[in-house]
């Protein structure tokens, strides 16, 4: 069976929306691979794992609330499940991509941009680890391990330690706060912002910090630590509210499954052309 390609498969650039159109005359350039499930995992790409480690971040700092209730909690734990079930949904999507269209393999890892969201996966898988290791008697680990660090003599030389650790901490939460403000300052400065994958990429990093907050509060017993963690957490899960519902609207139209390295295939490589 000889299944032709459709001219013009991934011929658009990145910020085109628009499906490929036909020389006039020629014939329709549809075909099975334009649509319904086969175009979904030919351009599902490696940046749909940012997914995870946006949703995956909201469930810790969910989960590590300074002042925290228990309907929070159980909020956390349905961000974990959903996690979960998208970790999995993703996974098996993009092993059927390669398996059914291993071409795809070869440009996706030589394309300047989408080989680098290779690393959204382990980060996704990392983020599933983290909310799992909350799931013990973490205050009786921790009280434990007080006692017994109480008992030894090496005390003076663990304060100092942690001490150190504090101060190396509230530098690095220094810098994150400055190009905390260089983003917002460049975002708000940019005339034409339109939405796309990459919007992910504000809700993990800005998840991170508030978790860094978290921690500097309860280590250092800060009142303001806990305030501003609190004030942080809101405003990301705003945040994820509207990139997730915007991702949902674009993924039901179709206008997010798009894979720019799709353009860099050539002959009898084009998706759907046996050689």
Known sequence: MTITSEPGLGSRNESESSPPSCP?????????????????VQNFTPSWFTVTMGTGIVSIFLHNLPYNTAWIRWISVGFFALNVLLMIAFTTIS?????????????????????????????????????????????????AAAQDYDTTYAEPLGLLIEGLGACIALIM???????????????????????????????????????????LGSVLHSTF?????????????????????????QAISGEMFFAPCLKNLSGAERLGKKS
């Open 95 to 143: 092993v059927a991509r390669y398996v059914l269209y291993p071409q795809i393999w070869c440009v996706m890892i030589q394309h300047p941009t989408q080989s680098v969201f290779l690393g959204t996966f382990p980060m996704g898988l990392a983020m599933t680890r983290k909310l799992l290791s909350h799931g013990g008697d973490k205050g009786a680990v921790m009280a």
């Open 24 to 40: 006039e005359g020629a014939a329709p350039c549809t075909s099975k691979n334009d649509a319904g499930w086969r175009r979904i």
């Open 225 to 249: 630590f806990d305030v501003t963690a609190m004030i942080g957490s809101g405003c990301i899960f705003l945040l994820w509210l509207v990139v997730a519902a915007c991702t949902t609207k």
């Open 173 to 215: 939460w220094g810098i994150g706060l400055i190009w905390l403000a260089y983003a917002v300052i460049s975002i708000a400065a940019t005339r034409n912002f339109p939405f796309n994958m990459g919007w992910w990429g504000f809700t993990f990093p800005l998840g991170v910090w508030v978790a860094c907050t978290t921690e």
